[in-house]
């Protein structure tokens, strides 16, 4: 049992790029999240998804699309890559969010 | 959004010490969750809480959910080394909203 892919583990990019961050779960979680952190900051929400088809924004969605075509899958775009970008990003899904989320291991991005 | 205020925001004590740390908001929650962070991973949970003045333990992690409903409190006795990482509080708004919001960490670290 996999749990919370994400891949990749690190990226970095130029200012301006594109790139998708992929994030895949086999749990049949149908709520599933996108979270930035960074030091002192804790966990930011992105956006987030409560099933198929179904999306809405977090805390700090700018600069950053969701789609949820599948129960599995939640990738996050990155649209225009910015410095402000230079995070450490986790995915997480779960049956429902008041028995906790699981995370995945977390993709190391850098914007230069 | 909601903010939830964690401290201390740092932790350096000796093996065997115990060890305490709070979370408070300023709007009560429904759901207390407390995770832990090892270095390069996702956050992994702890232990949840679910009505106000409850008392989990798990091992030698201990967590309370406030009377109030605006905090929870951790405690982690007889500290062994593995116990290095970073402690996230995490609460769920009422109505059963799908969102956690995460306090921003206390980064424990054992001197030998």
């Known amino acids: 049992n996999a749990g919370v892919t994400q891949t990749p583990k690190f990226q970095v990019l130029k200012t301006g790029q594109s790139m998708t961050l992929q994030c895949a779960q086999d749990m049949n979680h149908e709520y599933m999240s996108w979270y930035r952190q960074d030091p002192g900051m804790g966990l930011r929400l992105i956006h987030y998804s409560v099933g198929a088809g179904i999306t809405d924004q977090g805390e700090v969605p700018n600069g950053y699309n969701v789609s949820r075509s599948t129960t599995e899958d939640f990738p996050l775009r990155l649209l225009s890559a910015a410095p402000s970008q230079t995070s450490v990003y986790f995915c997480a899904s779960s049956n429902s969010p008041g028995n906790g989320y699981t995370f995945g291991s977390g993709t190391r991005l850098t914007v230069v | 959004g909601q903010q939830l205020n964690q401290s201390p925001q740092s932790m350096f004590i000796q093996e065997g010490e115990d060890v305490s740390m709070n979370c408070t908001s300023s709007s009560i929650f429904n759901t207390w969750l407390w995770y832990k962070q090892d270095p390069g991973e996702g956050p992994v949970l702890l232990i949840a809480l679910y009505k106000a003045g409850e008392l989990t333990s798990n091992g030698r992690l201990t967590a309370q959910f406030g009377i109030t409903r605006k905090d929870s409190f951790l405690n982690i006795s007889a500290s062994i080394p593995s116990d290095v990482g970073i402690y996230f509080c995490?609460?769920?708004?009422?109505?059963?909203?799908?969102?956690?919001?995460f306090g921003t960490g206390t980064r424990l670290t054992i001197i030998p």
């Open positions: 995490a609460g769920q708004p009422p109505p059963g909203n799908e969102k956690l919001t």
